[in-house]
């Protein structure tokens, strides 16, 4: 928005002119609009799903630090902090209002009624109450959805598909996350349907991720589906790490933990999804409304396979696999 200044206010001395150069650059500087965003996780591994929301920011004209600021909030995986760091977006007044994930969407929601949200979920938006529907959202949400906590089903049929004789897998899952229990649902429903035991672990911090392999390997566990939450994506460096450790066959909902050593992963990019967001949110300060903007679904998913992890475990990927994968990691 420009400032009007009246001419009259620049006819000062010099020194007055130079005294008064602060102020005015603050003034443009306020008036450049605050994109506020808020994520469930710690910063750690994030930079190249922000790097996507700047991409999409710049498709319709916004470069961050140029013509819009942003203003970061993490949760550092503490769930309970969300409501608060929600509202302080809220009260600096936030022009939009990028929300992360689950937990943090409903939090942004829960904050405000009037501020513009956009988030970026891996789960069902309806199911999770953030709009009623996709087509037609109203209010002031709208967002993304890449959908990694509703595939669990496929997860598992394809990490069956690569080692077919374990009988007991097991899930992975965040207690601390608003859609735990229908994740763990799918999970033991498509677990049954394939013949499997399925043995779930819970896991909300550094600690308890490293006694559920511990459990898991006292259980004597065949494979691992990694639950689609945050927290694992945050954490992807010490669960690949440990499924190593162990030689545990496992199975992420995100492309970046195969990228970093995991063995296979099925679902849509997040980094997509974050490019998207921030299309979104350049378009709502462009002045157009959430309740216009329809709830985006991803249309293509991903399957993703690391063959040199697959060597290291002594798997041996069917080339009918390979054929499908998307990617293949040499």
């Not at 004209?61 to 409501?83: F, I, K, S, T």
């Not at 991803?298 to 041996?316: D, H, Q, R, S, Y």
Request: proline letters at 5%; aromatic letters at 6%.
């Amino acid at each position: 928005m420009a400032i009007n200044i009246r001419r009259r206010e620049f006819v000062v001395t010099l020194g007055g002119a130079v005294a008064a150069w602060p102020f005015a650059a603050r003034g443009q500087q306020a008036a450049m609009p605050v994109i506020g965003f808020v994520r469930n996780t710690s910063p750690d591994g994030a930079a190249p799903l922000l790097a996507a929301l700047r991409r999409g920011l710049s498709e319709v004209g916004y470069a961050e630090g140029q013509n819009v600021a942003v203003e970061y909030r993490w949760a550092e995986n503490n769930y309970d902090r969300l409501p608060a760091l929600a509202a302080d977006l809220v009260r600096r007044q936030s022009a939009v209002i990028i929300a992360a994930g689950n937990a943090a969407a409903l939090a942004a929601k829960a904050a405000t009624t009037t501020i513009p949200i956009v988030f970026a979920t891996g789960d069902d938006p309806v199911r999770l109450g953030l709009v009623a529907s996709l087509s037609r959202p109203t209010g002031n949400v709208t967002g993304v959805s890449f959908l990694g906590g509703t595939l669990v089903a496929k997860r598992l049929e394809l990490l069956r598909e690569l080692v077919p004789n374990v009988a007991t897998v097991a899930h992975l899952m965040n207690p601390t996350g608003p859609t735990a229990a229908p994740e763990v649902e799918e999970a033991r429903i498509a677990a049954r349907s394939l013949g499997q035991q399925i043995q779930v672990l819970q896991a909300s911090n550094e600690s308890e991720i490293e006694v559920a392999f511990t459990t898991m390997a006292r259980l004597r566990i065949g494979a691992l589906n990694v639950g689609g939450d945050a927290l694992f994506v945050d954490r992807r460096a010490q669960i690949v790490a440990l499924a190593a450790h162990h030689s545990l066959p496992t199975s992420y909902f995100d492309r970046e933990c195969v990228a970093a050593g995991g063995l296979m992963s099925y679902g849509t990019s997040q980094a997509d999804a974050y490019r998207l967001a921030g299309v979104y949110a350049g378009r709502i300060l462009k002045g157009e409304k959430p309740a216009d903007l329809p709830v985006l679904l991803p249309t293509k998913f991903e399957l993703v396979i690391n063959m040199k992890t697959a060597k290291a475990l002594g798997i041996e990927v069917p080339n009918s696999m390979q054929l499908l994968a998307d990617e293949v990691i040499e």
